[in-house]
């Protein structure tokens, strides 16, 4: 968005390559640099979508932005592309966490997935006395977040936190993050507490089973929650994430002065 820019760094970042593979790569992308792309990114680009030598891909890094990239030598495990252009820096994002306790594979997918789309900085996996999942596959849960980032045009990623005690996070909480707690036995109303909560900020969801009473009131006792109902409605765990986010993102996120005072890159 600086000036002097060309235009395709602007507004959109797939203005004129939208029918461009667009991929995510865990590498340091920088003008002119040639890399090798690793085999699932090379297996796509070149047997499911049929690219060659001399076509465009688009690349980013969750660092430095997004870039067109051209390939130099097609291979189906280790295609080789040199960056051409910077389209666009890496985009701000919002200070919300995405507090959650883990859930069945299927619906923990979906949420890192709806975390990523809807523009969470950081999804952390919460531990409680109901959890039901004992074994967590970060990297799964990774390469939803990867796919839904490649997909929805975002150039950075959710920070994946390893599983934490609902103890442990609460006793190491930082004194300037507000901990929006869904609470499904009640709480305030929800527009009204959120819009008086900007980042940076953290929504917390309890498991299918929901929180326990001294879990409850352990969580508010901490001096930054502000417990919330979501309805009058008991939802899914997925689902109360979810809306959850997307309301903060309505209420809090996306005011510009809150947006641009409390952004992480
Ligand atoms: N088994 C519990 C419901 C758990 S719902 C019961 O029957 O009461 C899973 C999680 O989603 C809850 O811990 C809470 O964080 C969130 N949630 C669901 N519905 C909610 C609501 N109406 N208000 C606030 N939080 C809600």
Same mark, same amino acid.
């Given at each position: 968005?600086?000036?002097?820019?060309?235009?395709?760094?602007?507004?959109?970042?797939?203005?004129?390559?939208?029918?461009?593979?667009?991929?995510?790569?865990?590498?340091?992308?920088?003008?002119?640099?040639?890399?090798?792309?690793?085999?699932? *990114?090379?297996?796509?680009?070149?047997?499911?979508?049929?690219?060659?030598?001399?076509?465009?891909?688009?690349?980013?890094?969750?660092?430095?932005?997004? #870039?067109?990239?051209?390939?130099?030598?097609?291979?189906?495990?280790?295609?080789?592309?040199?960056?051409?252009?910077?389209?666009?820096?890496?985009?701000?994002?919002?200070?919300?966490?995405?507090?959650?306790?883990?859930?069945?594979?299927?619906?923990?997918?979906?949420?890192? @997935?709806?975390?990523? @789309?809807?523009?969470?900085?950081?999804?952390?996996?919460?531990?409680?006395?109901?959890?039901?999942?004992?074994?967590?596959?970060?990297?799964?849960?990774?390469?939803?977040?990867?796919?839904?980032?490649?997909?929805?045009?975002?150039?950075?990623?959710?920070?994946?936190?390893?599983?934490?005690?609902?103890?442990?996070?609460?006793?190491? #909480?930082?004194?300037?993050?507000?901990?929006?707690?869904?609470?499904?036995?009640?709480?305030?109303?929800?527009?009204?507490?959120?819009?008086?909560?900007?980042?940076? *900020?953290?929504?917390?969801?309890?498991?299918?089973?929901?929180?326990?009473?001294?879990?409850?009131?352990?969580?508010?006792?901490?001096?930054?929650? $502000?417990?919330?109902?979501?309805?009058?409605?008991?939802?899914?765990?997925?689902?109360?994430?979810?809306?959850?986010?997307?309301?903060?993102?309505?209420?809090?996120?996306?005011? @510009? $002065?809150?947006?641009?005072?409390?952004?992480?890159?």
């Amino acid at each position: 968005m600086s000036e002097g820019k060309p235009d395709l760094s602007t507004a959109a970042p797939t203005a004129g390559l939208s029918t461009t593979p667009r991929l995510f790569v865990d590498a340091d992308l920088s003008a002119g640099g040639e890399i090798t792309l690793p085999p699932p *990114a090379s297996h796509y680009l070149t047997q499911v979508m049929r690219r060659a030598a001399g076509d465009v891909v688009r690349l980013f890094d969750d660092r430095s932005g997004e #870039w067109a990239a051209t390939v130099t030598v097609p291979h189906r495990k280790a295609t080789a592309v040199r960056l051409m252009q910077h389209l666009g820096p890496r985009e701000a994002v919002p200070d919300l966490w995405l507090c959650a306790a883990p859930l069945k594979r299927g619906r923990i997918d979906w949420v890192a @997935e709806k975390a990523c @789309e809807l523009g969470v900085a950081r999804f952390v996996p919460v531990l409680t006395a109901r959890t039901v999942i004992d074994k967590l596959n970060l990297d799964r849960l990774r390469a939803h977040m990867v796919e839904a980032a490649e997909q929805c045009g975002r150039t950075a990623l959710p920070a994946l936190a390893e599983p934490v005690a609902l103890g442990a996070l609460l006793a190491a #909480w930082q004194p300037e993050r507000a901990l929006i707690f869904a609470d499904e036995t009640g709480g305030a109303l929800l527009a009204a507490t959120l819009a008086g909560v900007p980042a940076p *900020a953290a929504i917390l969801i309890g498991p299918e089973g929901g929180f326990t009473p001294d879990e409850r009131a352990a969580v508010r006792a901490l001096p930054q929650t $502000a417990a919330v109902s979501l309805g009058p409605r008991i939802l899914r765990a997925d689902t109360a994430a979810v809306a959850a986010v997307a309301v903060w993102q309505a209420m809090a996120g996306q005011v @510009e $002065a809150s947006v641009n005072a409390n952004l992480t890159e």
